[in-house]
């Protein structure tokens, strides 16, 4: 894991360990679930189903009477898009993978420029551009389920990892793989940050001597890939991951 | 308190691409032209979120003819009619009510009867109307909920969340049977269907337990209270969902009661939850059962479109559907990937409306365009005389054995289709014609057809923004090159030797005639014009092909080399387009963007500076060289002089230029250069001490081959 890599069996644990974390961590009505890939040569997957966005392209539609019923609830606008999001295992790079796809409620999938505008306003700028060194936004197929979906590019995966785990062994982070995060998180991931908390403290909440101690690395490995890439395309991340005590944290694989 | 009038929340549906998918397979392997009904099977579970409603939903196992059970769903039975054109499903439409009637009258003989009771899927049995655009992944569609109106509307005494209507402790046991039910882990829901949708919850002092609904008469002599429980899609917190209407009716014929407890079951993270789920208790109208019968229930329950009108919606799949698209998109991604890892600034939406020319479409012709395709290059069109030969396909990659037979398909279109078949948005088109050459002289009959086939080559080079001259012989590439030079436009030049290649990029047009004394304008290097690729010469084009051994004539050169060139034309091309000058560009050792604006210079130039020419061979080492060498202005191809000639007479200079290449040199002054350098020649062998600055210094061969005027790198 030094390599900022993970192993499949890894993977597996760490997002057992994660689902049931995240349960002792969110109000949010929907939760993230292992599924098993079915077949004896994929690691299985994670996914939160039915996550609502409210589409910025609401217009005026009034509410009026559904097909002139007054038995029925008047009809009003629907704005709302649902998303899946995914977190699977990216052999060929050996890391996670957050993947994403939206339909309206009617089940139309989105289109991309749809999806674009329901990402939060800083992924937007950088999802296309090559600023974003790896929170470029790009289309893959789901290593499991081989539906097309949008993902984060996970080519910078492994770097960004190595450079948190870095600082996990050593006692004093480096000040010059540090700054390289802070610019990383700063730049990408700052302005959805439940709570305002800020990329740094969640480096200093430092998982070996912070308070979340005990948790086995593939668990350590997840919390810590999670809380940059979920901000990304606006999934909120509660800091209760780095500070609650769970037992679940012992690993279930 | 006056009861309320009760309102339900429409039930919506929800199609996935799967089902599309599969009723389009369904459609062309069994259905055919059969427009009967079709069963299907939609599913369903009790609202899950507090935001958004639970909806009926139809996907790839909907159409199987028996719908496996899934966990946590119902599966409700429905009724597809798909037409087979756009006006029948018109006619469909108004046709609605009748539909609607006869679904409904189902419902309601299944109420009579008492065989809703039995198996409550039926109460919710729904109509689909559709009709599939398979050609256009267009797919339009109309849901019905049938439900019947009871005689006098649904009243609601109270409503309140499960939890404050019941109290604590009995909400918590009633959810706790309920989830027990809707888990099919009670006995008595467990079904092929899985748990039914509607259900009788009896709390007792013994505890709370969940029946089916056929036990309602058994249970009457019995003590405690007994609720209606159903799975409820709606997430309003004051109306149950849509899908309580028909149970409600039920209750109201074959329970025969007045007033009704009703519990709407939600859930939050997929258990029954005593807060979102409502209890309600509902006056219900009275009837005997004779009047039940004689009784014609109103039916109602199209679904809305996303206007909020009672019509059809439509789903267009084209972008998720559509291999071609699905093509399209991906190649467009994968141009972005390149902008984000390498090339940031590259302009990939000008590389994708970029148009290209391509004169030749043999062993070059066939690299150039497929490193043109990967570029996202979408429009190519191929200008070819000749036709496919056998021993074309193993050197020309566009070509396969079958395009050889019958003596041979037109390269031009051969190599367009091939394109087509490669990737099937590109906008790719052949013309068969050659291109007049100089020195090739015509005879009166075939002058018609020459000027026709070079007023066809000048507006195929005005319509397009970039033209590659591919051919396999030197002087085919003249008018061209000329014309190349009037439009200034991006000409890009390559040619093969046995085993040495030259790949040029020849410089803007000419812009007067004016000129330093040095007849190559090489004042400031940053700002010459290029050379094309007849500048090197001073001898008119002529007849290449005459004294050349067979070998030479047909060209061969090292299979290796077309793909090596090829390639670098296309590079070559693509760095001008992303330049800022474009056609202008400075030759890359001369590119102050490149080299002054350092940091910065991938914004400038995307794919960096670009050379002027590039010369390889494989024959003496593998060797590569970036050459650079200025427009000569008295270059028989695009000096200001021909230009100007060319822009005044059109094709009748042309014609003269065909006719006798010798013209041009006079036009030129390359005949007065001919005369100056024979009498040098003959000064210099006699006063060889003379360092004299002459007006031929560099260029003082007059081999037309050798051009070693180039600066190298």
Redesign the interface.
């Known amino acids: 894991m030094a390599s900022g890599m993970i192993s499949a069996q890894h993977f597996e644990a760490g997002a057992r360990s994660f689902a049931e974390l995240w349960k002792t961590c969110t109000d949010a009505?929907?939760?993230w679930t292992w599924h098993d890939s079915g077949n004896a040569l994929d690691a299985g997957y994670l996914q939160l189903d039915?996550v609502?966005v409210s589409s910025s392209a609401a217009s005026g539609?009034e509410a009026?009477l559904?097909?002139g019923?007054?038995?029925?609830?008047p009809?009003?606008?629907?704005y709302?898009h649902?998303y899946n999001y995914s977190i699977a295992f990216q052999p060929s790079y050996s890391v996670p993978i957050l993947l994403f796809s939206g339909?309206k409620?009617?089940?139309?999938?989105l289109?991309?420029e749809d999806t674009l505008r329901d990402l939060p306003a800083a992924s937007r700028a950088t999802a296309?551009?090559?600023?974003?060194r790896w929170t470029?936004i790009?289309?893959q197929e789901h290593p499991v389920t081989r539906a097309?979906m949008h993902s984060i590019?996970p080519?910078e995966t492994a770097t960004l990892m190595s450079l948190l785990l870095a600082q996990d062994a050593d006692a004093g982070p480096t000040t010059a793989r540090q700054d390289t995060v802070d610019s990383h998180l700063q730049r990408d991931a700052e302005p959805s940050w439940e709570g305002g908390h800020t990329a740094e403290r969640l480096l200093q909440c430092h998982p070996k001597h912070g308070v979340a101690g005990g948790r086995s690395d593939e668990l350590r490995y997840l919390c810590g890939w999670y809380s940059i890439v979920a901000p990304v395309v606006g999934l909120a991340v509660s800091f209760k991951l780095w500070t609650s005590r769970a037992e679940a944290g012992n690993g279930a694989g | 308190m006056a009861h309320q009038l009760l309102q339900f929340q429409q039930l919506q549906s929800t199609v996935d691409v799967a089902f599309w998918a599969e009723l389009g397979r369904l459609k062309l392997d069994t259905l055919r032209l059969s427009e009967d009904a079709q069963p299907i099977t939609g599913f369903y579970s009790a609202s899950n979120s507090s935001d958004y409603p639970a909806s009926l939903t139809l996907d790839g196992q909907s159409l199987e003819s028996q719908a496996p059970h899934r966990k946590g769903l119902h599966s409700i039975p429905g009724s597809l009619l798909n037409v087979n054109t756009f006006e029948r499903f018109k006619a469909a439409q108004e046709q609605a009510s009748q539909h609607l009637q006869k679904a409904s009258q189902q419902i309601w003989q299944d109420i009579l009867s008492g065989r809703a009771q039995e198996d409550p899927g039926r109460l919710l049995n729904f109509l689909l109307l559709s009709y599939a655009d398979l050609k256009h992944f267009r797919y339009y569609y109309w849901f019905a909920f049938p439900v019947l109106k009871p005689p006098e509307p649904f009243r609601c005494k109270t409503l309140a969340s499960l939890e404050e209507g019941l109290g604590a402790d009995l909400a918590a046991s009633t959810a706790q049977a309920c989830a027990g039910w809707l888990g099919g882990i009670s006995p008595a829901s467990a079904s092929e269907q899985g748990a039914a949708p509607v259900w009788l919850i009896r709390v007792a002092d013994t505890g709370v337990r969940c029946q089916p609904l056929s036990t309602w008469q058994e249970l009457q002599g019995l003590d405690g209270r007994v609720i209606l429980g159903i799975a409820d899609h709606g997430n309003l917190p004051g109306n149950p969902g849509w899908l309580l209407r028909n149970s409600l009716l039920l209750a109201a014929v074959r329970f025969g009661v007045t007033e009704l407890e009703v519990a709407c079951i939600r859930l939050r993270r997929a258990q029954p939850c005593v807060q979102r789920s409502l209890l309600l208790s509902v006056t219900l109208p009275h009837k005997s059962e004779g009047d039940w019968a004689s009784f014609m229930p109103t039916p109602t329950g199209w679904e809305l479109n996303a206007r909020g009108k009672l019509g059809p919606r439509m789903m267009n799949l084209g972008p998720s559907m559509d291999p071609r698209q699905l093509a399209e998109s991906a190649v467009d991604l994968n141009l972005k990937l390149m902008r984000w890892r390498a090339a940031p600034a590259l302009d990939t939406a000008r590389l994708a409306a970029t148009k290209c020319l391509l004169l030749g479409a043999g062993t070059l012709g066939c690299a150039v365009a497929r490193v043109l395709l990967g570029w996202g290059i979408r429009h190519i069109t191929f200008v070819d005389s000749g036709r496919v030969a056998y021993s074309n396909p193993v050197r020309q990659s566009l070509y396969e054995f079958k395009d050889c037979l019958e003596g041979g398909q037109p390269k031009a279109e051969a190599a367009a289709e091939a394109l087509r078949r490669i990737f099937p948005s590109v906008q790719a088109s052949g013309l068969q014609f050659s291109i007049p050459m100089p020195g090739h002289p015509l005879s009166d009959a075939e002058i018609p057809k020459a000027e026709a086939d070079a007023k066809q080559l000048d507006s195929l080079m005005e319509e397009h923004d970039v033209t590659f001259l591919l051919m396999d012989t030197r002087e085919s590439r003249w008018l061209p090159t000329l014309l190349g030079a009037a439009k200034n436009k991006l000409v890009i030049n390559a040619a093969l030797g046995f085993d040495s290649f030259l790949v040029l990029r020849h410089g803007a047009g000419p812009s007067g005639p004016h000129h330093s004394a040095n007849p190559r304008e090489k004042a400031d290097p940053a700002g010459m014009r290029l050379g094309c690729y007849f500048c090197n010469d001073v001898v008119a084009p002529l007849d290449s092909t005459v004294d050349r051994t067979l070998e030479q004539q047909c060209t061969v050169a090292r299979p290796g080399l077309a793909g090596i060139a090829g390639s670098l034309a296309v590079e070559v091309c693509c760095g001008a387009l992303q330049h800022p000058q474009g056609v202008r560009a400075p030759a890359a050792q001369h590119d102050a963007a490149a080299s002054s604006a350092t940091g910065h210079k991938d914004a400038v130039l995307p794919l960096g500076p670009v050379p002027h020419m590039i010369r390889g061979q494989l024959g003496g080492g593998f060797a590569q060289q970036c050459l650079v060498g200025s427009a000569f202005r008295q270059c028989t191809a695009c000096s200001w002089a021909v230009v100007e000639q060319y822009r005044q007479q059109g094709w009748k200079f042309i014609l003269e230029a065909l006719q006798d290449p010798h013209a041009l040199e006079d036009l030129t002054g390359l005949t007065e250069l001919h005369n100056a350098a024979a009498a040098l020649m003959m000064d210099a062998s006699e006063e060889e001490e003379d360092e004299n600055d002459s007006l031929l210094k560099g260029n003082d061969q007059t081999s037309a081959a050798a051009g070693d005027d180039w600066t190298e790198l």
């Open positions: 009505q929907q939760l039915g609502p539609a009026r559904a097909g019923e007054d038995e029925a609830v009809w009003q606008p629907q709302t649902l339909r409620l009617d089940g139309a999938p289109s991309w296309t551009s090559g600023d974003a470029f790009t289309q097309a590019h080519c």
